[in-house]
C-alpha cells in the first residue's frame, strides 16, 4: 500500500488564511485538505478527523476517497464553541502521519446570542455631519483568559480598543444587500482588553449604507441613521464572560473627520485630534433592527493589500503638482507633511488618465474623489482617510510647497483573496494585459463584485461579473467572496424570478430581466461548482437558478423565443456610438434566446449533480425546445445567423445551438471570415468577448484566433496595452489613438469585463482546464501557435498545485505538467485525440513539432 506525505491542515469552507474560522456562520463547517506529496500508487481509501473540543479528543474514520468540502464529521460546535482539529489519510492500512493542527470557531450563531441592541447617536452624526464616535467602557478584575469583539454598523466602522485599533479591516462590516444580510465581524481582541477599565471606542461612516450610491445622485438608500451593534465579551482566568455590549448607556462624540462619501472623498480637520480639542458629548439611542438579517463572512475582509511608492512627480503645464503611481489601482494617497501652520489645507484629488497633461477628471462623471486635509501644525503628521477609497493612477495635490517622492504613496485596498492562479508567456504585451486583468480584479473586487470603481456606479452588475467569474476564479481564491454575492442575489431575486441589474440592488428597477445580466443567476454558482467542487453552492442556489429560467420562459411564451423588452445586449461593441453603448451590431433578441438555452441547460446540470432528476428532465427538455426555436428563427439552413455579428457566431457555436455539422461548421467559418474582413480586430462587447477565441479555436481557426488576441490596433485587447494602460478598459477605445478620452458616459479605465478573455488563456493558451469539478480531472491540451515559442499557467485548485508549462524550441515541443495529489491529468499531446491519463506528481514530454501545423483543438469542450 502506498504512502502520503502528511495532509495540510484542515480547511473549513471556502475560508483561507486571510480569513480564518473565526466567528464562522456554521456549526458544522465542511472539511477539506491538500497532501502535498504522494508515492505513484496512493489514493486515499479513507480519513481520519481528530476534533479536540472542550478539553477532549473524539476520532471520526471515514472511509472515502474525498478529500475536498467533506462534511463536518462531529457534533455541530456550538456559539462561540473552538475547537482544534487534525486530519490523517490512508491508503487501505497505510495511514500518513497527521496533519498539524488548524482551529475553528464559531460565532454568534443565534439572534439571541446578542445581548447588543443598535445604538444611534442623537444630536450629531446626522447626515452631512461630522462622523460620530461612540463609545463606553468595562471594569473588568481577575485575569483575561481571551476576549472577542462582534460588530457590525449601518454604516461602516472602525473599532479601537484601549487606544489600538481592533483588527485591520478597511470598511467593514463590507456592502452587502442590508435589509436581507447584515455581516458581524468577530475579532479576537484578548491582546488588546486588560484587567481594569477598558475603553471600546467606534467611528461609524457612512459607507455603502448612508452615502451616496449609483449613478442617479442618491443617498441614504438604506436609512439615514448611522448605528453601531458591538459586543465585546472577556472571559477571566475564573472563566467569568464579562460583556460590554452596545445599548442606551453609550455615549457619542464628533470625530475629526468632517464629511465624507466614498464617492466624493474625505475632509479631516487634524487639528481635533489635539489633547485640547474637546467636542461635544451626546447620548445615543436604539434603533429597533432585525437581528435575524446577522450573517458571518463567508469571504475575506477589505484589507491594504499593497502600497506603491510614486513614481514621479511634477508640475503640469497648468502649474500644478502631479504625482504618477505607474500602476491605475483602487485605494487612496498617504502623505507624510511637515512644517505646516495649523489649519493649513492639503488637497488630494484623484484621476486614472491624463488630459492635455492635467488631471482627466471627465471619466468619474459626479464623484468628486477629492480628499481634503486641515493640518494641525505639527513637526510631522501622516494624512490618509478612513472612510472612502478612489480609483487612480495620478494624483494633483494642492498646498504643499515642497513635495518628496518618498513622502507619497497610494495605499491599495480591497478583499483580501488569497492569490491561485498565474499566467504567463513568450509575448510581453500579452503578460502585461494579463497584469491589467489581474489589477482590475483587485481594484473592483473590494467586497462586492463591482463594475468600475472610480465614478459615481461602482455597483455590483451582474453582467459583468457573470462574463468574469471564470476568471476570477482561477485568478484568486473568490468561492467565499463569489458565494456571499450569490446570497445576496438569491435574497433580492423577485419573486417572480426577475434578477435585479445590480446586486446589492441599489437602483430598484420593476421586474429587472436582461439577458447575460440575469444569468448570473444560474452561471455563477455553476461555474463556483466547476471550480470548487462545491455541490452544496448548486444546492443553496438551485431555487434561484429554476426562478431566473422560468422567469425568462414567462417571457419568452410558447414559441420559446425571448423576444423585445428591454436588453443590455452585446454591451459595448466597437459598432456601438459612443452615446449608445447598447447598440451593438449582434440582434438582441438573438443574443436572449441564446442566454435562455444557455441558462435552460445549466439549471438541467445543476439538478442532475443534485440528483433531482425530474427537474433535471424537465430543464434539459426546455433548454431542447429553445434551442430548436432559436435554429428555427435566426439560423438559415446554411449556418447564417442573424445579424451576421462576431458575437452571434460565438454564441451559436459555442452553446451548441445549430442542429447540423454543416451549419456548425458554416457558423465558425463564417466567424473566421467576420474576424479577417475586419483586420483581424475585435468586434465583440461584453457578450461575445469571452466566448469569441473559444469559438474561433473550436472551430478549427485557432490561427485566426490567435491573429485576434495578438492584434494591437484598436479595438483589441493589446491595444490598450500599448497605450500603456495598466488596467483593462471598460471600452475597446476608452483612450483614443491621439491620446484624448473617448467622449462616451462609459469611459472607466478599470472594467474587468472584457479582460474574461483570460480564462482563454489559462485554458487554452497555457491548457490547464477543470476537467472535472473542483479540477479532480485537470485537462492539459495547449492550443499551440507559431506567434508564442511558450506558456504556462499555475493554478492552487482545492487538491494543490497544478502546473502546465510548454515550450517550443526548433521543432521540439516540450511540456511539464505538475498533477497534485487526488487529481489526475488528462494530457493531450500535439496532434493527439486522445488522452494520456497521469496521475499526481511531475510529468513531462518532448516530443518533435511541426511549427506550421495548424493552432490544435482547443482544450475545453462543453
Ligand atoms: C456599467 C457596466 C454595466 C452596464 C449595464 C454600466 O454603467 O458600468 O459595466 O454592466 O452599465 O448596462
Not at 478549427?700 to 495598466?726: F, I, K, N
Request: net charge negative.
Amino acid at each position: 500500500m502506498a504512502m502520503a506525505a502528511a495532509p495540510g491542515p484542515p480547511r473549513f469552507e471556502h475560508h483561507t488564511d486571510a480569513s480564518p474560522a473565526l466567528g464562522l456562520g456554521t456549526g458544522a463547517p465542511r472539511l477539506s485538505w491538500t497532501i502535498p506529496d504522494a508515492e505513484p500508487d496512493y489514493q486515499q481509501t479513507a480519513y481520519e478527523v481528530e476534533i479536540t473540543r472542550r478539553g477532549a479528543v473524539e476520532l471520526h474514520t471515514v472511509e472515502s476517497c474525498e478529500q475536498i468540502l467533506v462534511p463536518w464529521p462531529g457534533e455541530p460546535l456550538s456559539s462561540r464553541e473552538a475547537a482544534s482539529l487534525r486530519v490523517r489519510v490512508a491508503h487501505g492500512d497505510t495511514w500518513s502521519e497527521w496533519s498539524s493542527a488548524a482551529s475553528v470557531e464559531a460565532g454568534l450563531l443565534e439572534p439571541t446570542d446578542w445581548a447588543a441592541t443598535f445604538a444611534s447617536p442623537v444630536g450629531l452624526g446626522a447626515t452631512e455631519m461630522p462622523a460620530p464616535i461612540l463609545s463606553s467602557t468595562i471594569t473588568i478584575s481577575g485575569d483575561v483568559s481571551s476576549a472577542r469583539l462582534y460588530a457590525t454598523a449601518h454604516g461602516v466602522y472602525v473599532a479601537t480598543l484601549n487606544g489600538s485599533r481592533v483588527g485591520d479591516q478597511v470598511l467593514a462590516p463590507g456592502w452587502t444587500s442590508y435589509p436581507n444580510r447584515l455581516r458581524y465581524q468577530t475579532y479576537d481582541v484578548t491582546d488588546l482588553v486588560r484587567s481594569g477599565e477598558n475603553v471600546l471606542e467606534v467611528l461609524l461612516g457612512d459607507g455603502w449604507y448612508r452615502g451616496h450610491l449609483g449613478f442617479k445622485g442618491e443617498k441614504a438608500l438604506y436609512g439615514d441613521r448611522l448605528a453601531l451593534l458591538a459586543q465585546l465579551e472577556i472571559t477571566t482566568t475564573d472563566g467569568h464572560r464579562h460583556v460590554l455590549a452596545t445599548d442606551e448607556s453609550w455615549s457619542a462624540r464628533e470625530s475629526e473627520i468632517l464629511t465624507h462619501d466614498l464617492y466624493d472623498g474625505q475632509r479631516t480637520d487634524l487639528r481635533r485630534r489635539d489633547r485640547n480639542w474637546h467636542p461635544g458629548i451626546a447620548g445615543v439611542e436604539r434603533i429597533e433592527a432585525d437581528m435575524t438579517r446577522l450573517v458571518a463572512p463567508e469571504g475575506p475582509p477589505v484589507r491594504i493589500t499593497e502600497v506603491l511608492p510614486a513614481r514621479r512627480v511634477w508640475r503640469s503645464p497648468s502649474g500644478r503638482t502631479l504625482v504618477d503611481f505607474g500602476q491605475n489601482a483602487v485605494g487612496w494617497v498617504r502623505l507624510r507633511v511637515r512644517g505646516l501652520a495649523p489649519g493649513d489645507e492639503v488637497i488630494v484629488r484623484h484621476a486614472e488618465v491624463l488630459e492635455n497633461e492635467e488631471l482627466g477628471t471627465r471619466p468619474l462623471r459626479a464623484a468628486k474623489a477629492t480628499d481634503t486635509y486641515l493640518v494641525a501644525g505639527s513637526s510631522e503628521e501622516i494624512l490618509e482617510p478612513a472612510l472612502t477609497f478612489h480609483g487612480f493612477r495620478y494624483a494633483e495635490i494642492t498646498g504643499l510647497a515642497d513635495l518628496r517622492n518618498e513622502d507619497i504613496e497610494a495605499v491599495v485596498a480591497g478583499s483580501d483573496l488569497r492569490r491561485t492562479g498565474w499566467f504567463t508567456s513568450s509575448h510581453e504585451l500579452l503578460n502585461r494585459f494579463h497584469d491589467n486583468v489581474v489589477w482590475s480584479m483587485r481594484g473592483n473586487f473590494l467586497d462586492v463584485p463591482t463594475d468600475c470603481p472610480q465614478r459615481d456606479e461602482r455597483l455590483g452588475w451582474t453582467g459583468d461579473t457573470q462574463v468574469f467569474a471564470p476568471t476570477a476564479m482561477f485568478l484568486f481564491d473568490t468561492a467565499g467572496f463569489l458565494g456571499s454575492w450569490l446570497g445576496d442575489l438569491q435574497a433580492e431575486q423577485e419573486t417572480d424570478g426577475s434578477v435585479p441589474f445590480v446586486i446589492p440592488d441599489v437602483l430598484r428597477d420593476q421586474s429587472p430581466a436582461a439577458a447575460a445580466w440575469g444569468d448570473a443567476a444560474t452561471i455563477v454558482p455553476w461555474v463556483l461548482y466547476e471550480r470548487t467542487g462545491d455541490r452544496g453552492i448548486l444546492a443553496r442556489q438551485l431555487p434561484s437558478m429554476r426562478r431566473w429560467v422560468d422567469k425568462i420562459a414567462a417571457l419568452a411564451g410558447p414559441d420559446r423565443l425571448w423576444t423585445g423588452g428591454f436588453q443590455f445586449g452585446d454591451w459595448l461593441d466597437p459598432t456601438a456610438p459612443p452615446d449608445r453603448p447598447g447598440d451593438a451590431k449582434a440582434d438582441p433578441d438573438v443574443v436572449a434566446t441564446a442566454y435562455f438555452a444557455r441558462s435552460a441547460e445549466t439549471v438541467a446540470r445543476a439538478a442532475r449533480v443534485l440528483q433531482q432528476l425530474d427537474v433535471a428532465d424537465q430543464y434539459a427538455a426546455l433548454a431542447k425546445a429553445v434551442r430548436t426555436a432559436f435554429a428555427h428563427a435566426y439560423v438559415t439552413p446554411a449556418g447564417r445567423v442573424l445579424s451576421d455579428a462576431q458575437t452571434v457566431y460565438a454564441l451559436t457555436v459555442m452553446w451548441d445551438l445549430l442542429p447540423s455539422d454543416e451549419q456548425r461548421s458554416e457558423a465558425g467559418r463564417r466567424l473566421a471570415d467576420l474576424v479577417r474582413e475586419s483586420g483581424y480586430r475585435i468586434g465583440t462587447g461584453f457578450v461575445g468577448t469571452p466566448l469569441v477565441t473559444d469559438a474561433l479555436a473550436k472551430a478549427g481557426h485557432a490561427d485566426v484566433a490567435y491573429r485576434l488576441l495578438l492584434q494591437t490596433e484598436c479595438p483589441s485587447w493589446l491595444y490598450p496595452v500599448t497605450m500603456g494602460a495598466t488596467t483593462v478598459w471598460e471600452r475597446w477605445d476608452s483612450m483614443l489613438p491621439d491620446g484624448s478620452i473617448n467622449p462616451g458616459e462609459m469611459t472607466s479605465f478599470n472594467h474587468y469585463a472584457l479582460g474574461a478573455i483570460a480564462d482563454w488563456l489559462h485554458r487554452s493558451v497555457a491548457g490547464l482546464a477543470p476537467g472535472a469539478p473542483g479540477y479532480r480531472e485537470i485537462v492539459v491540451r495547449p492550443l499551440l501557435s507559431s506567434t508564442l515559442t511558450s506558456a504556462s499557467a499555475r493554478h492552487l485548485t482545492p487538491y494543490g498545485e497544478a502546473h502546465v508549462a510548454w515550450e517550443i524550441n526548433s521543432d521540439r515541443f516540450h511540456l511539464a505538467v505538475r498533477v497534485p495529489v487526488g487529481a489526475t491529468g488528462h494530457v493531450y499531446l500535439p496532434g493527439t485525440e486522445t488522452a494520456e491519463i497521469v496521475r499526481h506528481g511531475n510529468h513531462s514530454w518532448d516530443v518533435a513539432v511541426q511549427i506550421d501545423t495548424p493552432a490544435l483543438v482547443p482544450a475545453f469542450t462543453d
